[in-house]
């Protein structure tokens, strides 16, 4: 592996936002990030940011207390998450698609001092502050949409009401830069700590190792930058090589995504798009699926859920580009297993990320061999400190120097790594392993089926039977048996859903991922 000239060191002065910032001084008008509204240049984004520090610390706000960060993607969402960065207070970004009772929850738990929020976003905001026993002193908004009332300001007028800061914050590397809330199968989100560095190291490790961005590159991110994946993709990777971020604040439905393939947007193409399974998935489906130079797109990289081969082939065959897949996750940032430019195969996530440590363990905790499936641990630089005011989830997630994905995987005699599902969605029938996304991956090869999920339920005999849930494509069909006898013709007998139940939407997390539990828990609700 070829390490950074510079590697942050415990004890040393390191401040991410600083660290980005510093990089692209010498180009202060190229642009950083374009929204729907306009383009924000680097310089410009130096200026605001230090600024919005210099405001947040005049609330009284202190180092590492908490702002949470409720916004669309925007050009004020790096302002004020670099910004807070900046001035040694520790941005909480959020998902801005929950509800009042789950803002309730993260302004009382992560005790925020202020809040920086999307004016669209404003009322799910106040119907939460109205039930939490919060600390907050200030809202700020971002392109209001209704008139503020005490306590609100508007976003440019509070950024432009101080003088720059100085210069950042002295933290330290291992100090607390970001929270993220990691979104679990079950109980409330936990709150994931990063430090300063964390955001250095998957940007040095993968952004720059793996995908190689470039300077020249405009990056464009289904996956919001409240995301891990989306924050690394359209904020730390594009800003660690000078690179332009196209920003959209909107649904990353097929139509809006290929507009902005296009140039819809201030005249701009992408040459790096993040997406997600289901997104391409989508996408390919889709009657207005743009030709090959219509687009240029030069890299597509793709997480969030394990890619089905034909998928990438698909895609592949139409615009000849490879989709880049690959697993990370909220507790170690971002990508640590990912197929590569030029080495891809696809029906697997690849190979570890060089930086990164792989171990997979069997129920006895001792390694198990290539073919055989096994708990996934990573060891890494970029792995979070802690879950916030959870002792008990942080023990048993991040176990020494490794950190537990509760994910399943094997490994092939090339070294690649093939995804076998959740630890708690992997299945045991007869006695066998069955892997979920194995099954899924080969109903989605059938001409008729745009996507499906595999559980397992409980037969009357108390044993585990697979059951399928299937999307069909619009206008198309298909019966139970002709699906079952396909997936016969391409697994294992044993490996074929034993009941299939045609639906018209699978339930999905806001980054495009399969929920499982939900389905297995209408599974076990009495009729």
């Not at 002193?137 to 508007?154: D, F, G, M, Q, T």
């Not at 470039?214 to 991110?221: A, E, K």
Request: neutral net charge; contains cysteine; proline residues 7%.
């Amino acid at each position: 592996m070829n390490l950074p000239d510079h590697i942050p060191a415990p004890g040393e002065r390191f401040n991410i936002a600083q660290h980005l910032l510093q990089l692209n001084a010498a180009h202060p008008e190229r642009p950083a990030f374009i929204d729907d509204q306009g383009s924000l240049s680097y310089g410009e984004l130096a200026e605001r940011a230090a600024r919005l520090g210099a405001g947040l610390r005049a609330l009284g706000i202190r180092r590492e207390e908490r702002v949470l960060l409720l916004m669309l993607d925007g050009n004020d969402w790096p302002v004020s998450f670099l910004g807070a960065i900046y001035a040694g207070l520790v941005p909480v970004a959020v998902n801005t698609l929950l509800n009042a009772d789950d803002y309730a929850y993260m302004l009382e738990h992560s005790r925020a001092q202020a809040v920086l929020v999307s004016g669209a976003l404003l009322p799910a905001l106040t119907a939460a502050m109205v039930k939490a026993d919060h600390e907050v002193c200030k809202v700020i908004v971002s392109r209001p949409v209704a008139p503020l009332h005490a306590n609100e300001v508007e976003f440019d007028a509070f950024v432009a009401a101080q003088p720059a800061l100085a210069q950042p914050a002295a933290t330290g590397p291992d100090d607390p830069g970001f929270w993220l809330y990691s979104s679990g199968s079950t109980g409330r989100p936990k709150g994931t700590v990063h430090s300063q560095a964390n955001a250095y190291w998957t940007a040095e490790l993968y952004g720059k190792g793996v995908l190689g961005l470039r300077d020249s590159d405009v990056c464009f991110s289904a996956a919001k930058l409240f995301f891990a994946y989306g924050l690394g993709n359209a904020l730390t990777f594009p800003m660690s090589v000078g690179a332009t971020t196209l920003l959209m604040a909107e649904r990353p439905t097929p139509d809006a995504t290929f507009k902005r393939w296009m140039g819809g947007v201030r005249g701009v193409k992408p040459t790096v798009f993040y997406g997600a399974p289901t997104g391409f998935a989508g996408m390919l489906a889709a009657p207005n699926l743009p030709a090959r130079e219509q687009v240029a797109l030069r890299l597509v990289s793709s997480a969030g859920e394990a890619l089905p081969a034909e998928i990438g082939e698909r895609f592949k065959r139409h615009f000849g580009v490879d989709i880049i897949d690959g697993i990370g996750s909220t507790e170690m940032l971002h990508i640590y297993i990912s197929n590569q430019p030029g080495k891809v195969r696809y029906g697997s996530t690849g190979w570890p990320v060089p930086g990164y440590d792989i171990e997979l363990r069997g129920d006895d905790g001792q390694p198990v061999s290539d073919g055989e499936p096994g708990d996934l641990y990573i060891r890494g630089p970029s792995a979070a400190m802690m879950y916030w005011g959870n002792r008990a989830k942080t023990r048993d997630t991040f176990q020494g120097g490794w950190t537990k994905s509760g994910d399943k995987y094997l490994r092939n005699a090339d070294g690649s790594y093939t995804y076998g599902g959740r630890s708690d969605d992997m299945l045991k029938v007869s006695g066998i392993y069955v892997s979920p996304f194995e099954v899924e991956a080969t109903l989605v090869q059938h001409p008729a089926v745009l996507e499906a999920a595999v559980i397992g339920v409980i037969d009357s005999e108390g044993l585990t039977k697979t059951k399928a849930f299937v999307v069909l494509k619009p206008g198309a069909s298909a019966k139970e048996a002709e699906l079952k006898s396909f997936v016969k013709d391409k697994l294992a007998p044993y490996k074929y859903p034993r009941q299939i139940a045609f639906v018209p939407e699978l339930p999905k997390t806001a980054t495009g991922k399969i929920q499982r539990f939900k389905l297995r828990e209408q599974e076990t609700k009495p009729a």
